[in-house]
């Protein structure tokens, strides 16, 4: 999720430098439950092939447990708000940590594949506190001027995330000489891949006993006093009764939106609704996970041998960091909508471009020369026009295109379809990609090229809008 920038209220200052990096600190704190979301959602990448073999998994066996996790997501997502609500943001991170830290022990050491899909479903409950937490804390601490630029923080911390993860696969896979298999200190590679989360769980657990509670938590508890000192020390020189009074009458007006709030038009739900679940479910159905869930497969796939698939993986990782930034930069000059077209013409040629050249993969054998070349391009470039769309303006967008009543409703029943089809791509490729990846990736394109008249015919613009006006 991201929260919009909105001005500074009337009278209130900008946070001054001193103060303005405690509030990068504690936003960068609450950050690394994106960087954890990042990390574990592609960790999986470079243990699916020692997890095929350790567990003689079939390809759609093996999907099922990369993709597990994405249904705990959705649990968790739907369970961190409510929580937060009854006991503090920070505790929900805590909770979040811990979970990280012990899926990530309990998957590093499984005795069966129904087991490990355990350990990767709890995960996966973290995986979704962490996508809610995160931008809710960090909305709530940052001074109205910084909003949005230290709301960017998450989606750069998720895509930081992915980068490590790949970097800490490479590393392991050297140590065991290049096998997914190979052990080191008894203890697979693969397993080690998926273990050494826990460093970064823990890390993120003890970052959340030095940040402060939200001050819109403290005030709806009561403690007024405790939220005044955060909101000095995160704002500054402000009006400390009136910030108060006037974040607990935000909070007084607040509606809580409920589904029935949804209910209407001809399809069931409101134009709008539905709007919201096309970006999400066309943010999915490209591809884009299979990246980063399966990359080192699919270049093994055609002749890479192990370690230099990790590379690839993590030289795609570094594109993505480079296509955020890109998005980050321009979303607010150009617009929504004309990234989001930029993106979706540039994700459907690259992925048409890749269908083709895996068309000459003939069983086991590499690519040819030519074509291998322009599936490695075709891949980058496919993550690139993502990354600098698709990947930051949807949601960017759900934080802005529902009206102010059923914003929160809204944004989970997108976010529930979000997760709901990045299940669907990620358990089914694995079967789609032994049948034939070639229109594999022609049926993502298609689905690339189908966003554009979506994109002209139903997503409003939302650049320069206040949220007020969109409702």
């Avoid at 699916?48 to 996790?69: E, K, M, P």
């Avoid at 379809?417 to 089914?428: D, G, L």
Wanted: glycine content about 10%; some cysteine.
């Amino acid at each position: 999720m991201t929260s919009t920038a909105q001005a500074p209220q009337q009278g209130a200052k900008a946070a001054t430098p001193e103060h303005l990096g405690h509030v990068v600190f504690i936003t960068a704190a609450a950050a690394m439950g994106g960087f954890l979301f990042g990390y574990d959602s592609s960790v999986i990448n470079g243990a699916n092939g020692g997890i095929q073999a350790r567990f003689d998994l079939s390809s759609g066996a093996t999907g099922t447990v990369a993709a597990c996790a994405l249904l705990g997501s959705a649990v968790g997502a739907a369970l961190a708000g409510r929580i937060a609500d009854r006991i503090g943001r920070i505790r929900v991170m805590q909770i979040a940590a811990v979970l990280f830290a012990v899926s990530a022990v309990g998957s590093g050491l499984p005795f069966a594949a129904w087991d490990l899909a355990a350990w990767r479903v709890l995960g996966g409950i973290a995986i979704g506190m962490a996508s809610v937490i995160g931008p809710a804390y960090i909305a709530e601490v940052a001074p109205p001027a910084y909003r949005g630029r230290l709301a960017s923080f998450q989606q750069a911390a998720i895509v930081i995330g992915i980068a490590v993860s790949q970097l800490v696969n490479w590393a392991i896979l050297n140590m065991a000489d290049g096998e997914e298999r190979g052990q080191i200190a008894g203890i697979e590679a693969w397993q080690w891949m998926l273990g050494v989360m826990v460093v970064p769980a823990v890390i993120y657990g003890l970052l959340s006993f030095a940040i402060p509670e939200s001050p819109r938590f403290l005030i709806s508890v009561g403690r007024i006093d405790d939220a005044k000192k955060v909101l000095a020390d995160v704002e500054g020189d402000i009006n400390l009764d009136a910030r108060v009074a006037e974040i607990d009458e935000a909070m007084r007006s607040d509606h809580k939106s409920t589904f029935r709030d949804l209910l209407g038009g001809r399809f069931g739900l409101l134009p709008i609704v539905w709007i919201g679940i096309g970006l999400s479910v066309f943010q999915q159905l490209v591809g884009i996970n299979v990246i980063f869930y399966y990359s080192n497969l699919l270049w093994q796939s055609v002749g890479v041998d192990p370690s230099s698939s990790f590379f690839y993986s993590f030289e795609t990782s570094i594109i993505n960091i480079i296509g955020t930034v890109i998005a980050m930069i321009f979303v607010d000059r150009i617009g929504r909508k004309p990234l989001a077209l930029i993106g979706s013409i540039g994700m459907g040629i690259s992925l048409a471009l890749a269908a083709w050249a895996f068309s000459y993969q003939s069983g086991n054998d590499p690519l040819p020369t030519a074509q291998g070349v322009v599936a490695l391009i075709a891949a980058n470039a496919f993550v690139l026009f993502f990354a600098l769309s698709w990947g930051v303006v949807v949601w960017v967008m759900l934080g802005e295109v529902f009206p102010n009543k059923i914003r929160a409703a809204a944004l989970g029943v997108a976010a529930s379809a979000q997760w709901i089809a990045n299940w669907a791509i990620t358990i089914t490729f694995p079967d789609l990609a032994e049948w034939n990846l070639s229109l594999t990736y022609v049926m993502y394109a298609v689905f690339a090229f189908l966003s554009i008249p979506f994109i002209l015919k139903f997503v409003p613009e939302t650049k320069g809008k206040t949220l007020e006006e969109m409702g």
